[in-house]
Every structure is written in structure tokens, then in C-alpha cells.
């Protein structure tokens, strides 16, 4: 078991190496200059040049990447090309308001994955699995934009119960946050439950066949101990995997739905970098989303061989 959690870390500190790569030469490779970017159109090349040499731009690409990765490691992720400012302190509001807005979701998230999908299965075929089957199937078709756009309209501009723009201003207190990322919050939850909803109620299903629930059945075991504790373990696999999608995509890809609420995340900080080519911003940001997608997969995999027993059983011989 330890062997395979070793090898899971080591795999994932590969990958993350591969990305930082892939992430540097994509970003050095783009298109135009950082420095003509900053400084405008009417630049002069002597004044271009002059900048290039300040910033470390004309140093070759490999010693330019081994001190930025060296940099990464140990806290310092180099200085905005845009405002001047080191990049930690340029993305740290940024991204706590996406966290904040990841950490709403994920209350609603669980309960709603978890509730449907249990009562889809457990009840499946009836009025209530048909009811939840064709809201989710909705779910999964109505594109983020699309939702959130229809929750600005209706929510925010017709019946005025929040603010259409999702600003937080500073020192905003908690109904203030609450009203920012309400409405976004709603949006990206909804096609999260969706997903989550089919995969859980597909591996329930399964669950409820298996020798290991029937014989909790037979022996006349209360339906939420059945549930609970036989059946739910051997489903949470698929449903972990899923939920491990959702949470890299909190981080990385709420562009969408920040840009169309306003909502000062980091998202919005990543397209305004690519706009004014802030690359050490841009750098920065990308990693850290696949930072976020590598270590939530691999606590997905870690969480299915913690509450699946068969998978444990089936690693350890």
C-alpha cells in the first residue's frame, strides 16, 4: 500500500515537472514582446532593448527557465511585468476570491451530489429518479455561460434579489462576499451536481447488487446503515475522480463565469496577464492551476483506496 502511495506522489511530482515546462516554453514561444507590450506601440527599439535586458528576456530560454523554476520553489515567483509588484502579492487577493467562491460551491456541492444521488438510486425508476434524472441531464446540456447569463438576467436584473455584478469591494464583510458569489457560485454548482449525480447514482446502483449489500439486506439492516456504510464506499470511487475534475476546474476554469459576473478572481488575473503579456503572472497562475489539478487527483486516488476496500484488497495482493 505504501509502494503505491510513493509511486503516486512520485508520478504526480513528474507530471507537475512536465507541466512547468510545457507552461514555460508555451508562454516564451507566444507570439510578440513583453517588453513592447509594457511599454507601447510609440517604443523605441533602443528603449525596447533596454527593458528586455532589465526583465532578463534576452537570456537564453533554459537559463531562463531553471531560475524560474528555482525561484518557484522557494517563494519566489519573480515581479509583475505590469504593475511592478511581486507576483505573490499581485495574485494573492485574486486568488482568495476564487477560493472563497470554490469553498461556496463545494458546501453545496457535497450534500446536493450526495442527497441526489443516493435518493436517484435508491429509488430508481420511480417519479423522483425520473424527476432528478431529466434535471441533471439539463444540467449537463445548459453550458456555464449560458446559466449564468440567464442567472444575471432573471436573478439579478429582473428581480434585483442580488447584485448583477459580482464586485468585492475591500473590507467587504460576509454578506458582502455572499452576495458576490452567489449568483457564480450557483452556476458553476449546478453542472458539477450534474455530472456527480450520474456517476454516483450509476455506482450506487452497482453497489446494491453486490454480494456485500444483499447480505446486509437479508440480515434486516436499517436502509441508511445499508446505504452508509456498505453500499456508499463502493461507489464514492467514480464520484471521488469526478469531484477531483471539479475542483481543478474551480481553480482554472472559472474564466467564463468570473468575466460574465465581474467577479475580481483569478480567472480575470490570468486574462488580463495574457492581454498585457505579464508573463511571470501568467506563469504563476497556469501552474498553480495545474498544481491544483495534479493534487486533487491524486487525493481522488488516495480517497478511493481509503473508502473502498475491494481496490485496497486488489493493491495489496
Excluded: C
Excluded at 75 to 95: D, E, F, R, Y
Aim: glycine share 10%.
Amino acid at each position: 500500500m505504501l509502494r503505491v502511495v510513493a509511486r503516486r506522489v512520485a508520478a504526480s511530482i513528474v507530471t507537475l515537472l512536465v507541466i512547468s515546462v510545457v507552461i514555460f516554453w508555451s508562454v516564451a514561444l507566444l507570439p510578440g514582446n513583453s517588453a513592447q507590450a509594457i511599454l507601447g506601440r510609440n517604443a523605441t527599439t533602443t528603449s525596447v532593448q533596454v527593458l528586455e535586458s532589465e526583465l532578463h528576456l534576452n537570456r537564453p530560454l533554459v537559463v531562463r527557465y531553471g531560475d524560474w523554476l528555482a525561484g518557484f520553489v522557494t517563494g519566489n515567483w519573480g515581479t509583475s511585468l505590469a504593475s511592478q509588484q511581486p507576483v505573490l502579492h499581485s495574485i494573492a487577493v485574486p486568488l482568495r476570491n476564487t477560493l472563497i467562491l470554490a469553498l461556496f460551491v463545494l458546501v453545496l456541492y457535497v450534500p446536493l451530489s450526495l442527497g441526489i444521488g443516493v435518493l436517484s438510486a435508491w429509488r430508481r425508476g420511480g417519479l423522483v429518479d425520473v424527476a432528478f434524472g431529466v434535471s441533471t441531464i439539463l444540467g449537463m446540456a445548459i453550458p456555464d455561460f449560458v446559466l449564468s447569463v440567464l442567472l444575471l438576467f432573471v436573478v439579478g436584473v429582473h428581480l434585483h434579489w442580488v447584485p448583477p455584478v459580482s464586485e468585492v469591494q475591500p473590507g467587504s464583510g460576509v454578506l458582502g462576499y455572499f452576495q458576490a458569489i452567489v449568483l457564480p457560485g450557483l452556476a458553476l454548482t449546478a453542472g458539477m451536481v450534474a455530472y456527480t449525480v450520474r456517476m454516483m447514482r450509476e455506482g450506487l446502483i452497482e453497489a446494491f447488487e453486490s454480494e456485500s449489500v444483499v447480505m446486509a439486506r437479508l440480515k434486516g439492516l436499517p436502509s441508511w446503515r445499508v446505504i452508509g456504510f456498505h453500499a456508499l464506499p463502493q461507489a464514492l470511487g467514480p464520484a471521488l475522480n469526478i469531484t477531483a475534475l471539479n475542483v481543478a476546474y474551480l481553480i482554472g476554469g472559472v474564466v467564463v463565469v468570473e468575466t460574465i459576473f465581474g467577479y475580481p478572481g483569478i480567472g480575470s488575473t490570468l486574462v488580463n496577464a495574457v492581454t498585457y503579456r505579464d508573463v511571470p503572472v501568467v506563469e504563476a497562475v497556469t501552474l498553480i492551476m495545474a498544481g491544483v489539478y495534479v493534487l486533487s487527483n491524486l487525493a481522488a486516488d488516495m480517497l478511493g483506496m481509503l473508502f473502498n476496500p475491494r481496490l485496497r484488497d486488489e493493491l495489496a495482493h
